[in-house]
């Protein structure tokens, strides 16, 4: 993963007018005050040195972040691979904070960088604070209901899995993807877990493997 591509002027001609919504993320996230281009080295500047710190300063380095500058790069640094590095460092370093960031990058243009919103929303293993069940559930629904990736539909289904027993909205939205998911192995994967009120921890290539595997017992 390159996480040390350095920004020059001429990249920010990538965030242009018609990106309006993410300047507005900008000045929401940054006390009133636009967050500078500068601000966005400073996110670029800190990857770089979390990544070739030694494993053992990792963390003191992590204690360090400049949160602001690492959220709005999360957000609208042009560079796909530099927003899910920031979305890691922010499920790492400031997961209770970043809520709101993780549910912008829900609808980055890229899968991967939407899995990792995902994750940092949904993960609970990074998290001092409880998650708030209703809102988490309320955005894994409608990843899982609009997402045109299957990859991205295949992770808010197992995220979803750990819910089951908390909102009874998460049981009613995997039966339904069970009937209606475009996919035949997201379908599966929701029917096991609608029929065994279990979650589904494998991941998507397993999902594909298992669904084909039940398909041939069943012909
Ligand atoms: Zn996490």
């Not at 999902?207 to 069943?218: I, K």
Request: proline share 5%; glycine share 6%; aromatic share 6%.
């Amino acid at each position: 993963m390159i996480l040390t591509r350095g920004l020059t002027d001429a990249n920010f001609g990538w965030y242009k007018v018609p990106r309006l919504g993410r300047l507005d993320f900008l000045t929401a996230h940054s006390d009133g005050c636009r967050v500078e281009h500068s601000s966005i080295n400073d996110a670029v500047r800190f990857v770089h040195e979390w990544s070739v710190a030694p494993k053992k300063r990792q963390a003191a380095v992590g204690e360090r972040m400049p949160v602001a500058a690492v959220r709005a790069a999360a957000v609208i640094h042009p560079d796909p691979e530099m927003r899910r590095a920031c979305l890691f460092f922010l499920d790492h370093y400031d997961c209770d904070g970043s809520v709101e960031t993780f549910r912008q990058a829900l609808r980055d243009p890229v899968s991967f960088v939407r899995e990792s919103a995902l994750h940092g929303l949904a993960c609970e293993r990074c998290r001092y604070e409880a998650i708030c069940v209703t809102d988490v559930v309320g955005d894994l629904i409608e990843m899982l209901a609009s997402d045109p990736s299957p990859d991205v539909r295949h992770k808010a289904l197992v995220a979803l899995g750990r819910f089951l027993e908390r909102d009874t909205q998460a049981p009613e939205a995997v039966a339904r993807t069970a009937q209606s998911d475009s996919d035949a192995a997201i379908r599966f994967v929701a029917r096991e877990m609608a029929s065994s009120g279990q979650p589904y921890h494998r991941s998507r290539k397993a999902g594909l493997r298992d669904e084909r595997r039940a398909r041939r017992t069943r012909l």
